[in-house]
Every structure is written in structure tokens, then in C-alpha cells.
């Protein structure tokens, strides 16, 4: 358990894990379910856009999808009209280091993190849970790919927790998004609190004590707007809509009990 995130080797995660690594020299991590096998499932945007603006940074940012790969057929699998997408762990750390996310963590060990996204108060369900949704998911869909509402983490913690907010969220569920609006509302709401501190240590301890104190409220392990929600029953939640095309409902009823994907031919 490391101050900032807690780095492991690859001998160490186990099939139901929330793994990461970290992008853009730090910049922003992305999330993923490991469900054994050397493979992992995660959430990015959709396969269909591959136009004109995907030479855009931001969609640059979220596509998360490997080009080619050599060793597993089945790397880069995903259903044309969803965002999850199954790839190897090779092709998702991207050279990048292996870091898993912490569930059950005690406030103090919550708020002593300095970054977000790394961990949560929420408990994780049973591995087999866990794959289970995320297997489900990549075969379902998990609705539209939004950086603050429903990202690659929202989907980890929902994998992981079975919690969604009650409504249709206005902010998701990942403490990395949390983060990112956190630091400047943190700033704006200890304002007038600065005006009672002395000198600019005092301001910088009443702009992270804010900012603390908005991560605490805003992790899924405390907030009070969340609920179970059964992954067979998505469908029907606010803001979800999972695939339910003809080509899947007929590869479904022919292999039932098929949960990893066919190996499929590249398009060159």
C-alpha cells in the first residue's frame, strides 16, 4: 500500500482485480477489470469512430483500443457498438507500470492518498462477482464512453462494487474525475476561509483541507446517492443502455455458456 498508489507485479493480481497504470506522465490513469489469462477488460469509447476527428487530442486520450497485436488473437476484442473492450495486459499497460486499486480502505488511509482514483472506502464483492459483470459487460455494452460521468474507472467500481447512483449522474462514481473538478472548487469554495488564514501556509492547508474534504464526500464507499444494481438489470437503469442488437442476441442463443469472446480475423 503505497502514500500516493500501490504499485504491484504482475505474480501478485488475481483474476477479479481493479488494476490500472498511469498515462501521460501521470497525467490521468486508466482502469480495467483483470480477469485472468493475461487479459483484461476495460471501457473506452466506441469502435465505430475511427473518422475525421480522430486525429483530435481528446479522442487520441480516450481510445484505449491496441492496433495489433501478436500475441493473443483475441486481443482488442469489442462489439461494434460499445465501448468495452477485452486486451491483453500487455497491450493495456502500454510499457507503463501495474497498480491496483485498493477497496475497504479506512478514512484515514483514504484521505492521507493525494490523488484520486486510487482507492475507496466502498468493499469489493467476490472475484467471481466481479468477473462475471465485466465479462457480461463485454458481451452487453456499458453505454456511451464520457470522461466525467461514466469513464474506465465508474466501470472498474461498478464491476467491483455493483454501485451506481440512484439518478443519472451528473459526475460519476471515479475519484480520478472527482479529483480533477475537486482541485479548482476547492480553491473557489475555501476562498473566503483564506481571508481568516495567515500567511500562504495557512491558505494552502485550508485549500487541501477543502479539497479532502470533497474527495471523502464524493467516494462511492459514502455517498448516500448509490445503489446495487444487478448487471442482468442495467438496461433499465438511468443512462444505461447495453447492446441488444440482432447479431448478439443470435451468437448468445447459439453459445449460451460462452462467456470469452471467439477469436476473430483482423482487418488489415
Known sequence: MGLLS???ERSEIRPGDHIYTWRAVYA???HGIYVGGSKVVHFTRKKEIESSDSSDSTSSLISEIP??????????????NSGVVLTCL?????N???YCFEYGVPSAVFLAKLRGGTCTIAESDPP??????AMYLLQNGFGNYDMFEKNCEDFALYCKTGLLPVEEPGIGTSGQASSAIGVPLAALLSTPFKLLATGPLGMATVTAGMYCAGRYITDIGVRKDVAKVEVEKLSSHPGFRLIEDEESVNKRSENPK???PM???RER
Request: glycine share 4%.
Open 128 to 133: 467471481e462477482v466481479v468477473v462475471h459483470r
Open 96 to 98: 507503463g507500470s501495474l
Open 258 to 260: 460462452t462467456l470469452l
Open 263 to 265: 477469436k476473430r480475423k
Open 67 to 80: 492496433s495489433e497485436c501478436q500475441t493473443f488473437p483475441d486481443c482488442g476484442f469489442q462489439l461494434p
Open 6 to 8: 500501490n504499485r504491484v
Open 90 to 94: 500487455d497491450c493495456f499497460l502500454r
Open 28 to 30: 490521468y490513469s486508466h
